[in-house]
């Protein structure tokens, strides 16, 4: 089975967040999918292949460093950019960022315009938003 394509895959565990997330970023045109947690977000995963993922570090059930560390022994899910999307202060050192697959990163206390420059930045695109 050919694992559907998105753009955008949100894990996310504080809900109003997540489907926040989800309705701006489809009012953009990207094709979004969510996760409430790690162990949904890598289930998720075996079915769809997003161009980037926004990733929250803290979560229940299974961390973002621990979805990282999954995603890096699968060869199809350790080239998907990721976002790291969180509230937390500390941030992966550079050389832990690189090992993880980590080349963005947007503090939640930074807001939606910053999210979506990193979004912009990482897919590759201009100021256009994309085709639906």
Known sequence: MTPLTVDIFVIEDHADTRRALVRLLTSQGYRTQSAADGLEALERLEKLTPRVIILDRMMPVMDGRAVL??????????????????AGSDAY????????GVIGRVPKVAGWDKLQSEIKRVIGESQETPQS
């Open 69 to 86: 560390n999954h995603m890096r022994k699968n060869e199809r899910l350790k080239r998907i950019p990721v976002i790291d999307y969180t």
């Open 93 to 100: 050192t550079p050389d832990e960022a690189a090992e993880l």
